[in-house]
């Protein structure tokens, strides 16, 4: 038996021999001083011969074919306390929330790649930037 812990129970896995966590969680936030933000984190198997990079670089290609509007504003690697990924800022116009900001950190945690995506409306970008960062500086990997 393997316990897997979410957010409402912890489940007892029979006769597991090996696991991926995929699950993607979606948070709304509305922070003290009022800006609305949506935190989503996903994970994604890290395909052998792929890098982060090449992981990230190839979802960015996806969305720039597949939203509208969609706009590239930074990307950097970056280093946090405890974790080293790849930042990136988007932009794109959503069909049912508008012009929308989107600060993505993504990097690589026990062989699976983890994504946190906050988005805001373009209008909040730079609240978004500070809270995504605050968030980041005081992640705890377990």
Request: charged fraction near 25%; hydrophobic fraction near 45%.
């Amino acid at each position: 038996m393997i316990p897997y812990y979410c957010n409402e129970a912890v489940l007892q896995l029979p006769n597991v021999h090996t696991l991926l966590d995929q699950t993607r969680q979606c948070l709304e936030v509305v922070t003290v001083e009022g800006t609305e933000l949506q935190l989503v984190i996903e994970r994604a198997r890290l395909t052998p011969n792929a890098t982060l990079s090449s992981a990230v670089e190839a979802n960015i290609a996806e969305r720039r074919r597949s939203l509208r509007g969609f706009e590239l504003a930074s990307l950097v690697e970056r280093e946090f306390p405890e974790i080293v990924g790849v930042e990136a800022r988007v932009t794109f116009v959503d069909k049912e929330r508008g012009p929308l900001f989107v600060h993505e950190f993504h990097c690589v945690i026990e062989q699976v790649r983890v994504s946190y995506l906050a988005s805001c409306r373009l209008a909040h970008a730079a609240a978004c930037d500070v809270w995504m960062h605050t968030m980041l500086q005081h992640l705890r990997l377990q």
